[in-house]
């Protein structure tokens, strides 16, 4: 058991370790260390010890310890000689993740034209499998505008059942957001992540050009400070856009494609969990609205708007 437990921690102190350097060096890094890239996303940071951990590592005694290493790498024997190179770390990480099985979460109408799907309180960054709490957020948003738009995921329709594709990208990128922060929990800040930050902690996995910082809340007399006016004027622009809003020291993701405008927050909602919110772009007032609603948020107070290309 002692021994089990150095083991578990030797392992927790790799990752960490592994997280720190590619992190730190991201920018001058080959795509040669994609092998510990995708490790890093897949692999969960143990706290404490698990029953059915110690029966895997300990086997039956006549293992090959250099293929214990292997496998906790993530990879097999020729991926690690020759880098595993190929490949996008994030999308592969989303496509080894278990997702758990829903009952069908169907729409709620909030105005004509504006849909609302709820997922239970357990689908939530603060609550998923089993977590007590989460700060994730900015990460997760941006893992979520990033699978969204590299996966070309369809958008749901208003009065169907909430499709598998938006619940696996939901519940993947809370999970991977989570791990990324755990692990690098000790480099980071006490506090709420910004989008500037959080970008910068996800660069060992993928370049984004993050905008800035823009100050918006729901009515003003000046209508580039509404969060209505700046995605009008995203929209005018081009044909698909990511935002992340920042209020209340809490992001969410706006995600336009397709003349649909969709809106995500993977935090818990009273006896709810996340929440997606989709409407077509002619309904764009009235979205907003909802979605403040949906917050609570007082129509008057600032928050950002941050656009990000990936």
Same mark, same amino acid.
């Given at each position: 058991?002692?021994?089990?437990?150095?083991?578990?921690?030797?392992?927790?102190?790799?990752?960490?370790?592994?997280?720190?350097?590619?992190?730190?060096?991201?920018?001058?890094?080959?795509?040669?260390?994609?092998?510990?890239?995708?490790?890093?996303?897949?692999?969960?940071?143990?706290?404490?010890?698990?029953?059915?951990?110690?029966?895997?590592?300990? /086997?039956?005694?006549?293992?090959?310890?250099?293929?214990? $290493?292997?496998?906790? &790498? +993530?990879?097999?024997? %020729?991926?690690?000689? =020759?880098?595993?190179?190929?490949?996008?770390?994030?999308?592969?990480?989303?496509?080894?993740l278990s997702v758990p099985v829903?009952?069908?979460?169907?729409?709620?109408?909030?105005?004509?034209?504006?849909?609302?799907?709820?997922?239970?309180?357990?689908?939530?960054?603060?609550?998923?499998? /089993?977590?007590?709490?989460?700060?994730?957020?900015?990460? $997760?948003?941006?893992? &979520? +505008?990033?699978?969204? %738009?590299?996966?070309? =995921?369809?958008?749901?329709?208003?009065?169907?059942?909430?499709?598998?594709?938006?619940?696996?990208?939901?519940?993947?990128?809370?999970?991977?957001?989570?791990?990324?922060?755990?692990?690098?929990?000790?480099?980071l800040p006490s506090r709420y992540?910004?989008?500037?930050?959080?970008?910068?902690?996800?660069?060992?996995?993928?370049?984004?050009?993050?905008?800035?910082?823009?100050?918006?809340?729901?009515?003003?007399?000046?209508?580039?400070?509404?969060?209505?006016?700046?995605?009008?004027?995203?929209?005018?622009?081009?044909?698909?856009?990511?935002?992340?809003?920042?209020?209340?020291?809490?992001?969410?993701?706006?995600?336009?494609?397709?003349?649909?405008?969709?809106?995500?927050?993977?935090?818990?909602?009273?006896?709810?969990?996340?929440?997606?919110?989709?409407?077509?772009?002619?309904?764009?007032?009235?979205?907003?609205?909802?979605?403040?609603?949906?917050?609570?948020?007082?129509?008057?107070?600032?928050?950002?708007?941050?656009?990000?290309?990936?």
């Amino acid at each position: 058991m002692a021994k089990l437990a150095l083991i578990k921690e030797g392992m927790n102190f790799a990752t960490k370790q592994i997280a720190a350097g590619i992190s730190a060096f991201a920018p001058v890094l080959t795509e040669e260390l994609h092998v510990f890239r995708t490790f890093l996303l897949t692999h969960e940071v143990e706290e404490e010890e698990d029953a059915d951990d110690e029966e895997s590592l300990n /086997g039956d005694g006549d293992g090959d310890e250099n293929d214990n $290493i292997i496998e906790f &790498l +993530g990879g097999n024997a %020729s991926d690690l000689a =020759v880098g595993s190179a190929t490949g996008n770390a994030i999308l592969q990480a989303l496509s080894t993740l278990s997702v758990p099985v829903l009952d069908p979460v169907f729409p709620e109408v909030l105005a004509p034209g504006v849909s609302c799907w709820k997922f239970p309180k357990e689908i939530s960054q603060g609550f998923y499998k /089993g977590r007590n709490g989460s700060n994730a957020c900015s990460l $997760i948003s941006i893992l &979520l +505008g990033y699978a969204l %738009s590299f996966q070309k =995921v369809p958008l749901p329709e208003c009065q169907s059942c909430i499709a598998s594709a938006i619940v696996e990208v939901l519940c993947g990128c809370i999970e991977i957001g989570n791990r990324v922060y755990n692990f690098c929990r000790e480099s980071l800040p006490s506090r709420y992540l910004s989008i500037q930050e959080a970008a910068s902690v996800l660069e060992m996995w993928c370049t984004m050009d993050v905008g800035d910082n823009l100050p918006v809340r729901l009515k003003d007399h000046h209508v580039m400070s509404t969060v209505s006016g700046q995605l009008k004027e995203a929209i005018s622009s081009c044909n698909a856009f990511t935002a992340f809003l920042i209020l209340n020291d809490k992001t969410s993701l706006f995600y336009f494609t397709d003349s649909i405008v969709m809106y995500i927050d993977t935090h818990c909602h009273g006896p709810s969990g996340a929440v997606v919110l989709t409407a077509e772009e002619k309904e764009l007032d009235s979205f907003c609205t909802n979605v403040w609603e949906l917050e609570s948020n007082d129509e008057t107070t600032y928050g950002n708007l941050v656009f990000v290309d990936f």
